[in-house]
């Protein structure tokens, strides 16, 4: 499947299996941008941008999408993803910035990023897809949804993964000896 062009048919349940991700993508990150669950935040963010990255994947992994039309389709305005960032701003206050290499394979060049900014980035990506997905336009979505995934969104996701991955790690791992030791103790001897 990967690698010869797909009939119309697989181009259909591809397109049938990227949308359901990325409105499953869309749901999660718009939950935890809500603010309503801060304590499982982290670990939904971490199993929503895990799960669209393996969507992203399986479209960079084919050939290349060509849409139907030479141009593409104005799908009508952009979807405001500004207060998906705000709440993630909130939800992630002191958290949100990070450092990364630009481009591993050109330099060592580090760069800042935002958790919140990435995460609103793909979401603006994934809805922009959607937007054509909806309107019946199987193959613009496809195209649009490859496309900004190997030229943006899944540079972003792959950040926000690595940062949201980093954060779950200092969660449970640098715990204070002493409580957890007495949290050992009192479990084994209750």
Do not use: C, K
Not at 46 to 72: C, H, K, M, N, Y
Not at 141 to 163: E, H, K, P
């Amino acid at each position: 499947m990967f690698d010869e062009l797909l009939n119309v048919s697989e181009l259909t349940n591809l397109g049938e299996d990227s949308a359901r991700e990325a409105r499953a993508y869309l749901s999660s990150v718009t939950e935890v941008a809500s603010g309503t669950s801060p304590d499982t935040a982290i670990p939904i963010l971490l199993l929503a941008v895990s799960q669209v990255l393996v969507a992203g994947a399986r479209l960079g992994a084919i050939t290349d999408v060509v849409p139907d039309e030479r141009f593409e389709a104005d799908p009508g305005p952009d979807v405001d993803v500004d207060p998906i960032r705000q709440g993630l701003v909130s939800l992630f206050n002191g958290l949100d910035d990070y450092v990364h290499v630009v481009d591993p394979l050109v330099s060592a060049e580090v760069a800042t990023g935002s958790m919140s900014n990435d995460l609103a980035e793909v979401a603006a990506a994934l809805t922009h897809g959607l937007q054509h997905f909806e309107g019946g336009r199987v193959s613009e979505a496809l195209w649009w949804w490859q496309f900004s995934y190997l030229s943006s969104w899944g540079d972003s996701a792959t950040r926000a993964l690595r940062v949201l991955q980093a954060v779950l790690g200092h969660i449970r791992l640098d715990a204070d000896s002493d409580a957890v030791a007495e949290a050992e103790f009192d479990a084994l001897h209750p």
